[in-house]
């Protein structure tokens, strides 16, 4: 197996464990969390986009000019989810309250729960949509790079 595709599949397994660990304290805590899937979406883009910022050349993408391009343009659509998704959880929390989710826990536990559930969400959403924001530039200077100079 190529030594790339063994670092990339290594790679996955430690953002795969990573976002298990960063979601226990909520799963166990909050059965009925409504932002499982965009909070699942966050970690992974975030660990895995800046991961690609700063080691695009170890990746499948390095040489591949049409796939850069391509997610270039892919990062568009991806942006406006994920800061709609950060909006509506935003939206949420003023209007409908995080206490709702929490209120079955003990009064003790309580606020600590709630400040890890929002205080992780807004920091892997903030970090997804900042390093969507700056991948494409990067993708770019590969591009140029790659055909101009021949390096990534």
């Known amino acids: 197996m190529d030594k790339k595709i063994q670092l990339e599949l290594l790679f996955w397994v430690f953002t795969l464990v990573a976002t298990a660990a960063v979601l226990v304290p909520i799963y166990t805590n909050i059965p009925n969390y409504p932002f499982w899937l ?10 895995t986009i800046t991961r ?3 080691l695009l050349k170890y990746t499948f993408l390095a040489k591949r000019q049409i796939l850069k391009i391509v997610t270039i343009f892919l990062c ?12 509506y959880f935003q939206t949420y929390i003023d209007e409908e ?3 709702g989710m929490v209120g079955h826990l003990p009064y003790d536990g309580r606020q600590s729960v709630v400040d890890y559930m929002r205080s992780e969400y807004i920091l892997f959403g903030t ?11 990067r993708l770019i200077l590969s591009v140029w790079r790659t055909h101009n100079r021949g390096t990534v």
């Open 127 to 137: 970090m997804a949509i900042l390093s969507s924001i700056i991948f494409p530039f």
């Open 38 to 47: 965009p909070n699942i979406l966050f970690i992974i883009t975030a660990i």
């Open 76 to 87: 568009i659509p991806l942006i406006f989810f994920l800061v709609q998704e950060l909006n």
């Open 52 to 54: 690609y910022l700063f």
């Open 97 to 99: 309250g995080i206490e």
